[in-house]
């Protein structure tokens, strides 16, 4: 084998820690990025929340709309390059000097303008908004509200115990999913004469517990669960039905789901041998029925959206336009502490203590420009879609993350992280950034028309569609036609899906 020495040119992408930081941030939702603050809090002494806004520094908040420097997009394409062809990035030896490892020198002049400089980011909730949602009440559980009326009846000990080994034993629906077999062998497996003393106390205990609220609790099967909701109404005199259209009721419990969920009538009528009127009126009782009676009982999932930025409306007629602004409630106010980092001021040595300075004012540059660039991506997004601010989704435009990246200087998956999680307040509501992008369909006139648009027409198109007949796919797509735009039926239905509005079939009433 022959040595020898040969050059070759390559090019390959070198991330600073600092970059590696702007790409996680920039990616963070509002709750991750307030852990990420407190998370740095914690590890850094260097940083400190600032009370009070400072001002802000030239390439700032001020300076959002300010067209993207050559440098800009140099920074751009080293945080996304591809594979087919990455930019060489590699620091200088002045980036060196900034790297979080420390400059090496303790020649930190007093004027320095990262000493003791601010990021303008989120205040914390206000107090009394915070505590409306915890101060809420919070509903009962299932099994505290059944243990309540439990409570009120007067049973042997051994019923008893048995009534509330059953009520810890049914799931969130309200369900009892295991046989009272299996319950009492789970019990008394080695003990066969125990296990049928356990049945006998848990035919009473259900017997009893399938009479309690809410309708239908402690049920084996949905048939079930059905039938003794009908047996309570039935019980009280709820809605007025008269006996035959309860007993119709009670049969077509037992029905296959599939001709239930269609509203077959005919074969209905057939199952429960009785009138298709009947029938129709047996039917629109189960629906008023609950099929998971537990359900009502579990806390719905609180999921509080603090939008990222606000937008206002401000003049009227062809004078309207929007402010856009960052929320002042998201922006968390960080910085340097003085009296740490004025020690080190003169001074030679403390490596660690310097790189863990440099982190801190990279920490906040770097949130700085984090917000700096998700105002400058949804003011781009707010020209370009006025028209819906105010008409309405029906006058969405088109939109793809390249024309947001071209206008901007920006590359696509920056475009991409910035709308990711990111809210838009507007006067028609909150919105995620993503929402406002939307791909094209063609329309005769040679226009485009924005698939957002469009599943906001397909939706108004069978809202006014008539009960009992309701519009297929291929018809949609043909009305969507007439009106200039070329969808298919694939695509509506793909559409319909999406807006979560059943097919045709199961329309039909």
Known sequence: MKQGLSLRVSQHLALTPQLQQSIRLLQLSTLELNQEVEQMLDENPFLERGDEAAEREAHGLGQSDSPTSPGDAEFEQSLDGDETGVADVSPSADELAHDWD??????????????????????????????????????????????????????????????????DSLNQDGYLEDSLPVLATALAADNPALQDELIDHFTVALQLLQSFEPAGVAARSLPECLRLQLRQRRRAGLDGGSDPVLAVAQRLCDAPLEQLARHDLKRLALFGETSEATAKEALALISRLNPK?????????????????????????????FRVQLNDAVLPRLRVLDSYAGMLKGKSGHPALLSRLQEARWFIKNIRQRFDTILRVSRA???????????????????VLREIADELGLHESTVSRVTTAKYLATPRGTYELKYFFG?????????????????????????????????SDNQVSDMLREQGIACARRTVAKYRELLRIAPASLRKR
């Open 439 to 471: 791909s094209a369909l063609g329309t005769e006139t040679g226009g485009n028309a924005s698939s957002t648009a469009v599943r906001a027409l397909i939706r108004q198109i069978i809202a006014a569609e008539r009960p009992g007949q309701p519009l």
């Open 102 to 167: 420390g400059d090496g020198t303790a020649e930190l002049t007093p004027d320095d303008p990262e000493w003791g400089g601010e990021a303008n980011g989120p205040a914390q909730v206000p107090d009394d908004d915070r505590a409306a949602g915890e101060n809420s009440g919070q509903p009962l559980s299932l099994q505290i509200h059944l243990l309540q009326q439990a409570s009120a009846l007067r049973l042997s000990p051994e019923d008893r115990a048995a009534l509330h080994f059953l009520i």
């Open 293 to 321: 009676p537990g359900r009502e009982f579990e806390p719905l999932p609180q999921q509080v959206i603090v939008p990222d930025v606000l937008v206002t409306r401000v003049g009227s007629g062809t004078q309207v336009r």
């Open 381 to 399: 997004i707010v020209e370009r879609q006025k028209s819906f601010l105010v008409h309405g989704e029906l006058a969405m435009r088109p939109l």
